[in-house]
């Protein structure tokens, strides 16, 4: 038997999420309600192998569920050995809706919440893909405040949007949000990014921002932006790299559950070549074996070449498009494996 010594997160799609964002680096997939009692049947079937499971009933949404302050007790209650966390996440969805739930944020110890923007009013709508969507956030940035918890503003920037988070930038000013913040004690954030080119996102490779074009008063706000380089640097730095780009879970393990039993790791989108298998119809003691020897197609693959092959035969040596070095290794693979039709 292989040890149980490691850890292990699960974290099920039990309840799906309210919005179809365009840069969502899992991919869309429908909300579909799971069998009653999927939660401690998954447990189950994990305990013999592992000593610690971390259970979480979301991987979406957090908390969209009704009964969000009962499935905290009951993800705590399911989990062996450990306790699960609640992260700076929280539902913009439900915060606008339901009364009480900023205060079960305040209650189980959440100081910030993050909140996501692509621009102003009709492009947030647009790419979180609900009318109302971006009137719902700011109105959520208030309650969060109301109830002494921090927002943090964060933005995808593209070629399309560019322009307009610089405006997002000054209305956050407008708003004196750094100021009330700080009241509550915390302080303001407000950051870019453009993201990572998976799932729903890698359509959002034509309009990638340029590094170039990333407007210069947005600069102090973009995460790691000396160590994101244009795809054309990538491109020359790794020509002759014989290095292997493989994704790994050091330490903890960390799986996806979607509500169809498909079982993943937490590397990038649950698309079927990154699928491990199926909880349903794969015997349980082959989908650990998989998992503890990470042995499923997209990673046997990445094994098989390396990084210089993959910018040789995917880079584009003249995109000036901004990537980090993760992010364009993981759009790399991904391109190989639809390319060579891995499944
Ligand atoms: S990015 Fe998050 S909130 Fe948006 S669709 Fe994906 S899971 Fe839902």
Not at 136 to 160: C, S
Not at 191 to 216: A, M, W
Not at 269 to 282: A, Q, S, V
């Amino acid at each position: 038997m292989v040890s149980k010594k490691r850890p292990l997160t699960i974290c099920v799609d039990l309840f799906g999420c309210p919005n179809r964002c365009r840069h969502c680096w899992l991919s869309h997939m429908p909300n579909r309600p799971m069998e009653e009692g999927a939660d401690a049947w998954i447990v189950d079937l994990f305990r013999p192998f592992f000593e610690e499971i971390e259970f979480y009933s979301w991987l979406r949404e957090p908390d969209y569920c009704d009964d969000y302050r009962a499935r905290w007790e009951r993800d705590k209650a399911l989990s062996v050995g450990c306790m699960p966390e609640r992260f700076e996440l929280g539902s913009f969805w439900r915060l606008v809706r339901d009364p009480s739930y900023a205060g079960f944020l305040k209650e189980v110890g959440v100081p910030v919440v993050q909140l996501t923007f692509f621009g102003l009013e009709d492009t947030t709508d647009r790419y979180i893909g609900r009318k109302g969507a971006f009137k719902e956030l700011l109105k959520a940035t208030d309650i969060l405040l109301e109830n002494g918890i921090a927002p943090r503003w964060q933005t995808f920037i593209n070629e399309e949007n560019k322009d307009e988070l610089v405006d997002l930038l000054h209305l956050s000013e407008d708003l004196q949000l750094k100021q009330r913040t700080e009241a509550v004690g915390q302080a303001f954030r407000f950051f870019v990014h453009p993201g990572t080119c998976d799932g729903e996102n890698r359509k959002l490779y034509p309009v990638r921002i340029q590094k170039s074009h990333i407007p210069e008063e947005l600069i102090p706000y973009v995460l790691d932006y000396d160590e994101t380089l244009t795809e054309q640097e990538w491109c020359a730095k790794w020509q002759d790299d014989t290095s292997h780009y493989v994704p790994h879970n050091d330490g903890r393990i960390v799986l996806y559950i979607s509500n169809t039993y498909d079982l993943f790791f937490n590397f990038t989108h649950m698309k079927p070549e990154w699928r491990i298998g199926n909880l349903k119809t794969d015997p349980i003691e082959e989908l650990v074996r998989r998992v503890k020897e990470e042995d499923i197609p997209a990673l046997n693959e990445a094994r098989s070449i390396t990084l210089g092959a993959l910018v040789r035969r995917y880079g584009d040596p003249s995109s000036e498009r901004a990537f980090e070095d993760d992010d364009y290794k993981m759009y790399l693979l991904n391109q190989h494996l639809e390319q060579k039709g891995i499944e």
